[in-house]
């Protein structure tokens, strides 16, 4: 269990990486208005927005990954989980919040919420297991 955990939480991270890519960096690209639904001048209003957003998910994404770093080099198990669990239960906690803010969002909320929650299931299941 603990495995799948750090390969769920492992992904998330890099999914929340891939959204600060699109918030912080590419906001007012056609790639990203498309994947936000987003008009060019709606990306232009809300670009200092999501700027700060995307750094927010690029936070999330390092507590994560240095999470799941320091369990698979068998650092202390405390440090590692704290990490990896506060990463991936804030990430499944920020879709839980677009999720029951906006109910057009729930798939996006679903594709940003599931792999985390599963991997803090697993990995806290797995930890209590051993």
Known sequence: ?????LVLIGAAALLHVWIFVLESLAWTSPRARATFGLTREEALATQQLAFNQGFYNL????AAAAGVVVLIIG?????GATLALTGACSMAGAAAVLALSDRSKLRAAAAQGTAPLLGAIALTAGLLTR
């Open 1 to 5: 269990m603990v495995i799948t955990g």
């Open 75 to 79: 650092g202390p198990t405390g440090v």
């Open 59 to 62: 936070f999330l994404a390092i």
